[in-house]
C-alpha cells in the first residue's frame, strides 16, 4: 500500500468514528523506506519498560531493578530510565511518567505479536493482556528475545499511520473526542522509535503532526 492508499485508508477509520482529521497532514513514509528496529533491541526495550513501569506500580518494589541487573539488561536502559530506578520516588511526576510508559509497552508487544490487536485507545491497556508472556525474575531473557517475531511492516506502518493521525486529533479536540490523550502519547512515542522515526534513541523520539 502506498503511503496516500493508507492515508485514505486512516481518513475512512476516523470518519467511520468520528475522529476529526485534516486533508493537509501529510502520509507516514513508505513501508520500503523503513527500516525498524532490530528484534534484540524491541526485545530489550519491552524488559526494560516492564520494569520501569512496574517499580513505578509497585513502591518498594526492588525485584525489577534486580532483574535488570542480574540479567545484563541495566545498560539497556536509557539515561533517565537509569535515572529513576537508581532512586525511585513516588507520588512525582517522574513517578507518574513510569506509569505511563506501560502505554508505549503496549505497542512494542503487539509489534512482536504477544498480543493480538491493538485496542482503541479509549482507555489504559491492561498488564494482565500480555504478563503471562514476559519472563518471570529467574528467567534468563535471551530465550525470550530469540522468540520474538515482528509484524509485517505493513501492519506496522498502518498502526503508524492512524497513531499519528489520532494524535493531531487529541492535540486539537482531546475534550471532544473518545481517545486518551496519555494514551495516544505513549503509542506514538514507541511507534515512532519502532520504526526508527529520525534514528533517535529512546528518550529523544519526536511525536511530530
Same mark, same amino acid.
Given at each position: 500500500m502506498s503511503p496516500e492508499e493508507r492515508k485514505k485508508q486512516t481518513e475512512r477509520f476516523l470518519s467511520e468514528r468520528n475522529?476529526?482529521?485534516?486533508?493537509?497532514?501529510?502520509?507516514?513514509?513508505?513501508?520500503?523506506?523503513?527500516?525498524?528496529r532490530t528484534i534484540k533491541e524491541i526485545g530489550e526495550r519491552i524488559l526494560c519498560l516492564f520494569c520501569l513501569s512496574g517499580t513505578a506500580f509497585n513502591e518498594g518494589d526492588t525485584e525489577f531493578?534486580?532483574?535488570l541487573k542480574n540479567f545484563n539488561l541495566w545498560d539497556s536502559l536509557t539515561k533517565e530510565e537509569k535515572h529513576y530506578l537508581s532512586n525511585p520516588t513516588y507520588g512525582t511526576q517522574t513517578q507518574i511518567n513510569a506509569t505511563w510508559r506501560l502505554e508505549a509497552l503496549y505497542v512494542l508487544v503487539w509489534a512482536v505479536k504477544l498480543v493480538p490487536d491493538l485496542p482503541y485507545?479509549?482507555?489504559?491497556? $491492561?498488564?494482565? /493482556?500480555? =504478563?503471562?508472556? @514476559?519472563?518471570? $525474575?529467574?528467567? /534468563?531473557? =535471551?530465550?525470550? @528475545?530469540?522468540?520474538?517475531?515482528?509484524?509485517? =511492516?505493513?501492519? @506496522?506502518?498502518?498502526?503508524s499511520d492512524i497513531i499519528y493521525r489520532m494524535h493531531w486529533a487529541v492535540r486539537n479536540y482531546e475534550s471532544s473526542i473518545d481517545i486518551d490523550g496519555g494514551v495516544?502519547?505513549?503509542?506514538?512515542?514507541a511507534i515512532n522509535w519502532l520504526t526508527n522515526y529520525d534514528g533517535e534513541s529512546w528518550d529523544w523520539v519526536a511525536t511530530d503532526t
Open positions: 475522529i476529526p482529521f485534516i486533508d493537509w497532514l501529510p502520509p507516514t513514509e513508505d513501508e520500503s523506506e523503513v527500516t525498524p531493578v534486580e532483574y485507545p479509549s482507555e489504559e491497556a $491492561s498488564v494482565t /493482556d500480555f =504478563i503471562d508472556r @514476559i519472563p518471570t $525474575s529467574s528467567e /534468563d531473557p =535471551i530465550s525470550f @528475545i530469540n522468540s520474538l517475531e515482528l509484524r509485517p =511492516i505493513s501492519e @506496522i506502518m498502518d498502526a495516544i502519547r505513549e503509542r506514538h512515542h
